[in-house]
């Protein structure tokens, strides 16, 4: 039985394009949601066949009662994996409880450090050498569920936010995929903090990281 897919997005979508476009064997995307209309990841989703559906934040009083609904929708599609693709909403300790271990995430940024916002621009301005990208189960806690995997940029002299983060995305569109499959495949263990990731022998499977 194929493994079903939630992708929740807020754009663009370009990483839920990513994980579509790599075809994940074992994988169906069963709906790609957003909470905006003019989500322009939604068209792109239409259009290669994949159920969409919006789910307006603007019509809900508040957050809890937008997750209470987002969840209902979500769930009506049976998830085996929700992902978090550019979704602009920082989730409640209800919603996110409801997907332990079946909710992921993709951060700019090699976590723990730069959680939140701005993290390019922040990663220039404290002068780190290495800059990157982490997919993570999602906890209550923001940007602070367990670690599956990252990716690493050199961060340049010259670099923008903007520069930064384009590299950083070419990063997220190779990772995000890969841990994807990993997790349709059964390759995902939850240690506490830490994640197993069982086809791993060495630190190449779920550290990218630039050439010497």
């Not at 670099?159 to 384009?166: C, E, G, I, T």
Request: proline residues 4%; contains cysteine.
């Amino acid at each position: 039985m194929p493994k079903n897919i939630v992708i929740l997005i807020s754009g663009r979508g370009s990483n839920m394009q990513s994980i579509v476009n790599a075809q994940i064997a074992g994988a169906q995307i069963a709906a790609v949601i957003s909470n905006r209309p003019d989500a322009a990841g939604l068209a792109w989703a239409a259009e290669r066949g994949i159920t969409t559906a919006v789910l307006d934040h603007k019509a809900f009083v508040g957050r809890d009662a937008f997750d209470a609904a987002l969840q209902n929708l979500i769930d009506g599609f049976a998830p085996d994996l929700v992902v978090l693709a550019g979704f602009m909403r920082i989730l409640t300790a209800d919603f996110v409880n409801h997907y332990a271990n079946r909710l992921i995430n993709v951060h700019p940024s090699l976590l723990p450090a730069f959680i939140g916002v701005n993290t390019h621009q922040r990663a220039i301005d404290e002068g780190v050498k290495l800059a990157g990208c982490t997919v993570h189960f999602v906890t209550a806690e923001l940007d602070s569920g367990p670690i599956i995997a990252q990716a690493a940029v050199p961060v340049l002299l010259d670099d923008s936010a903007d520069s930064l983060a384009q590299r950083i995305l070419q990063q997220e569109h190779q990772l995000y995929p890969k841990v994807v499959q990993w997790f349709v495949a059964g390759q995902l263990e939850v240690q506490g903090s830490r994640v197993r990731v069982s086809t791993a022998n060495n630190a190449a499977a779920f550290l990218q990281a630039p050439g010497g």
